[in-house]
């Protein structure tokens, strides 16, 4: 029997605009320390959670760092 329903979690992360915390952190080129804290410290800081993962969209992190 194949599994043909996915999580929300699974679709969101098998989709290339949305990045983990690592991805997040290399395309931004600092820490994953430095995530976390821009997540904490930032109001406008581009996030979403999908059960208790962060998740980046690579889009709202490139316009975030333009508007900088």
């Given at each position: 029997?194949?599994?043909?329903?996915?999580?929300?979690?699974?679709?969101?992360?098998?989709?290339?605009?949305f990045l983990?915390?690592?991805?997040a952190?290399?395309?931004?080129r600092v820490?994953?320390k430095k995530?976390?804290?821009l997540?904490?410290?930032r109001k406008d800081?581009p996030?979403?959670?999908i059960?208790?993962k962060l998740?980046f969209?690579?889009?709202?992190?490139r316009?975030?760092?333009?508007?900088q």
């Amino acid at each position: 029997q194949t599994r043909t329903s996915n999580t929300k979690e699974e679709v969101i992360m098998n989709d290339r605009d949305f990045l983990n915390i690592k991805e997040a952190a290399e395309y931004l080129r600092v820490s994953t320390k430095k995530v976390y804290d821009l997540k904490a410290t930032r109001k406008d800081f581009p996030f979403h959670k999908i059960d208790e993962k962060l998740v980046f969209n690579r889009d709202e992190l490139r316009a975030w760092v333009l508007s900088q």
